[in-house]
T-cell receptor, first 114, second 116 residues
Framework: KQEVTQIPAALSVPEGENLVLNCSFT??????LQWFRQDPGKGLTSLLL?????REQTSGRLNASLDKSSGRSTLYIAASQPGDSATYLC?????????????FGTGTQLKVEL | GAVVSQHPSRVICKSGTSVKIECRSL??????MFWYRQFPKKSLMLMAT?????????EQGVEKDKFLINHASLTLSTLTVTSAHPEDSSFYIC????????????FGPGTRLTVL
């Protein structure tokens, strides 16, 4: 059974700081890994998707890396802003007998303070 | 592109009533839609996979008679919570996969269900 863990569970940083969010998964047989952002009471916003054959993806101030063999991914946020405050979720997609399934991590709640 | 909507965004109902939540893919066709449930400050848990024109596949521990799923067209899936109870109160999110478009799922904005 795939388990996805995110560390830390919560993080509070001053504005402007660079930060790293961590995601680990137990089964390396994944198709892709995706990072999402979720604002309170809202749905998911996809940030970055890394295919299993890729090592990293970048979008603006965000950079996500993937080390499939060790079961790890990191989301790097440069020059953090108060608007980055949200919960960040990673999810891995795997093929199962019952079809393709996304397994979500436990989330990191980020607060960027002025 | 690849926009998914949910209706309603919020619903409050009395215990014992049934509630229907709609998930629509607005600008694409989706053979497969997924229903997730999220408890406060918890992650998303897959409830079921909905395939157009066939029966849904439910995850272990999810009661199929409690959570009825219908996927009658390539742009609409519905989740009906039957005889809702306070413990069914949760945030329900659907996602859809583009027809012949690969494995990426696009997520709806979620529906907050509160059962009194």
């Amino acid at each position: 059974k795939q388990e996805v863990t995110q560390i830390p569970a919560a993080l509070s940083v001053p504005e402007g700081e660079n930060l790293v969010l961590n995601c680990s998964f137990t089964d390396s047989a994944i198709y892709n890994l995706q990072w999402f952002r979720q604002d309170p009471g809202k749905g998911l916003t996809s940030l970055l998707l890394i295919q299993s054959s890729q090592r990293e993806q970048t979008s603006g101030r965000l950079n996500a890396s993937l080390d499939k063999s060790s079961g790890r991914s990191t989301l790097y946020i440069a020059a953090s802003q108060p608007g980055d405050s949200a919960t960040y979720l990673c999810a891995v997609l795997r093929f199962t007998g019952g079809g393709n399934k996304l397994t979500f991590g436990t989330g990191t709640q980020l607060k960027v303070e002025l | 592109g690849a926009v998914v909507s949910q209706h309603p965004s919020r619903v409050i109902c009395k215990s014992g009533t049934s509630v229907k939540i709609e998930c629509r893919s607005l600008d694409f066709q989706a053979t497969t839609m997924f229903w997730y449930r999220q408890f406060p400050k918890k992650s998303l848990m897959l409830m079921a996979t909905s395939n157009e024109g066939s029966k849904a596949t439910y995850e272990q521990g999810v009661e199929k008679d409690k959570f009825l799923i219908n996927h009658a067209s390539l742009t609409l899936s519905t989740l009906t919570v039957t005889s809702a109870h306070p413990e069914d109160s949760s945030f329900y999110i659907c996602s859809a996969r583009v027809l012949a478009g690969g494995a990426e799922q696009f997520f709806g904005p979620g529906t907050r269900l509160t059962v009194l």
